[in-house]
């Protein structure tokens, strides 16, 4: 199971990275891009994925794109999701409690290259090459 402190350390593993409060929860950055977040559920949400209330915590990612987005959904629908308030934006949203921390730790990188200028992915590429 993950949670916000293995999120908050993944992400502050990156170059770069700075935690910030937005909307009273955290949001992680690079470069002032926020790639990962914490994202409460909306009333319009919750009745969109037809909860009564948001059952457990909600991880915004980054995605490379919309294709990105959709095979993720596909992938496991039982962790990542989307609601209509991310339609045509590059954002994935993940059931934090169901996602295992490998796939959690991918999904941070992931989504930290999908805004991280490029001269500073590549630097970190080429110190990390596996």
């Known amino acids: 199971m993950t949670d916000w402190d293995t999120v908050r350390r993944l992400a502050m593993d990156l170059p770069d990275t700075t935690e910030a409060v937005s909307w009273g929860t955290p949001h992680w950055r690079v470069h002032g891009k ?15 994925l037809e909860l009564d209330e ?17 095979a993720l959904i596909a992938e496991d629908p ?13 954002a994935i949203l993940v059931w934090l409690d169901r996602i295992p921390q490998r796939r ?10 999908a805004v991280a200028p490029a001269n500073l992915a590549q630097a970190w590429l080429q110190e990390h090459p596996d």
């Open 34 to 48: 926020g790639f990962v977040w914490d994202r409460p559920l909306r009333k319009n949400e919750l009745a969109a």
């Open 104 to 113: 959690l730790e991918e999904l941070v990188t992931e989504a930290w290259f």
């Open 78 to 90: 039982s962790v990542f999701f989307t609601t209509p308030h991310f339609d045509d934006f590059s």
């Open 54 to 70: 948001q059952p457990e915590p909600v991880l915004g990612a980054r995605v490379e794109d919309e294709a990105t987005k959709l």
